[in-house]
């Protein structure tokens, strides 16, 4: 596993996400009236833009918090190490495409601590999934609630069916040792230790899921985020005088980020407005407005993820080994 091949050698994914993330643009120019939406966030008012900063600041502690909770299993890791290297996948995200940023947020974690990078990998895999199973079950609480229909509904469903296969891959990964025909895969990858070691780490990192303690604390402040994350979406929407329900604005903020899915392009712009836009309009908010929070909403996550990254002291052993190809250890 090498860091140039997983961040600079995919061209074609990279094209593939950017030219999604231009169709949903278009798309979202195509309904909504951009002159009206930009006044209404021009008059955006400051402090509720000052509680949305503070709810995403809380979002990310608690996912500081989470992410040293599924690493307790495997090693302690204190919060500064596991701030600056979070802080450094975000960055990585808003820039590069596909999530490119979670194998860059593993590399750095790997370089301050120690811990092999596969294994922090099959951690954040771990996270993911419990983020998808909480955001799921808040968009099917919402869709409930406000009795919402057609596309909306049907996305969530295939969200929870991502969902489920997710959770049945990762325990395949787990318990792959046990499935018949286990030893002839041992024997084959006997011909190339490294992808046998590789693996063998990333198994590691998984088996965090076998933990029950640390997965019930994980999905407890997943909860918790994602509540933050809820509310500042409803601080952004009353920045530019709409006020939703609090059923409107999980639904808006699990419905856009679980868009985020899609490979698009850097930071998932066009996805995340494309889908705020419909799922707004599905609730009875105008186009206009829904697109001003959504942007304000987005805008915001993006700057202070991007400014927290960019304030991590700078990783010259990550950049040299991308540049140089070298193997991840």
């Not at 995200?93 to 120690?114: F, M």
């Not at 402040?221 to 009353?238: D, K, M």
Request: a positive charge.
């Amino acid at each position: 596993m090498r860091v140039r091949g997983a961040l600079g050698g995919r061209p074609g994914r990279a094209a593939l996400g950017v030219a999604i993330s231009v169709v949903a643009l278009g798309l979202v120019a195509r309904t909504v009236d951009l002159g009206a939406a930009w006044d209404t966030l021009r008059s955006a008012d400051p402090r509720w833009v000052a509680v949305l900063v503070a709810f995403i600041g809380g979002d990310i502690v608690l996912r500081v918090v989470r992410w040293r909770v599924l690493l307790a299993p495997l090693a302690a890791v204190g919060s500064a190490p596991a701030l600056a290297s979070l802080l450094v996948g975000y960055l990585a995200n808003n820039v590069l495409p596909a999530r490119l940023g979670e194998i860059v947020r593993s590399h750095d974690l790997g370089r301050r601590t120690g811990i092999p990078r596969p294994t922090i990998l099959g951690t954040i895999v771990i996270e993911r999934i419990v983020d998808t199973m909480v955001v799921v079950a808040i968009a099917a609480v919402a869709i409930l609630v406000l009795s919402v229909r057609d596309i909306v509904a049907s996305a969530v469903l295939v969200g929870f069916a991502v969902t489920s296969l997710l959770v049945v891959g990762v325990a395949v990964g787990i318990y792959a040792h046990r499935l018949p025909g286990a030893g002839r895969i041992r024997a084959i990858l006997g011909r190339w230790p490294r992808v046998r070691d590789v693996l063998r780490r990333l198994r590691a990192g998984l088996s965090v899921a076998s933990d029950v303690r640390a997965m019930a604390a994980a999905v407890v402040l997943s909860i918790g985020s994602w509540s933050l994350t809820v509310l500042a979406f409803a601080a952004a929407a009353q920045a530019v005088g709409v006020e939703p329900t609090i059923g409107q604005a999980a639904l808006l903020a699990a419905g856009s980020n679980l868009a985020t899915a899609i490979p698009a392009g850097p930071g998932y712009v066009g996805t995340f407005e494309l889908a705020a836009v419909t799922i707004a309009g599905s609730v009875g908010i105008a186009p206009a407005p829904a697109l001003a929070f959504a942007i304000l909403a987005h805008a915001t996550a993006l700057l202070l993820t991007s400014a927290g990254g960019a304030c991590v002291p700078f990783r010259k052993g990550l950049v040299s080994s991308w540049r140089a190809g070298r193997p991840i250890p």
